[in-house]
Nanobody
Framework: QVQLVESGGGLVQAGGSLRLSCAASGRTFTIYRMGWFRQAPGKEREFVASINWSDVGIWYAGSVKGRFTISRDNAKNTVYLQMNSLKPEDTAVYYC????????????WGQGTQVTVSS
């Protein structure tokens, strides 16, 4: 099992920045990829960004490319999401997820952290 705990959400004005953190524990050696997803009220959960645990693979949703940066610190078993130039439409609950080696789904999820961007 892998446990994921997000932190860093909050309220920020449009144009501001936040950094989310996701700390992984447990069987972290099984992790292949980590991702960030978000879900706004009344909408389906959507992909934001992902990063491979052991190589340079990184992917972004078009809506955040150029504004958000995903990174990792393997020594701390932590993944970060630096969010700059935030917009009101970025308001959502942000979830961290982990995909195990040998699977093609994200099988571990954090509890989520609220990000609210005011206009």
């Amino acid at each position: 099992q892998v446990q994921l705990v997000e932190s860093g959400g909050g309220l920020v004005q449009a144009g501001g920045s936040l950094r989310l953190s996701c700390a992984a524990s447990g069987r972290t050696f099984t992790i292949y990829r980590m991702g960030w997803f978000r879900q706004a009220p009344g909408k389906e959960r959507e992909f934001v960004a992902s990063i491979n645990w052991s190589d340079v693979g990184i992917w972004y949703a078009g809506s955040v490319k150029g504004r958000f940066t995903i990174s990792r610190d393997n020594a701390k078993n932590t993944v970060y999401l630096q969010m700059n130039s935030l917009k009101p439409e970025d308001t959502a609950v942000y979830y961290c997820a982990a995909r195990s080696s040998g699977t093609n789904v994200y099988d571990y999820w954090g509890q989520g952290t609220q990000v609210t961007v005011s206009s």
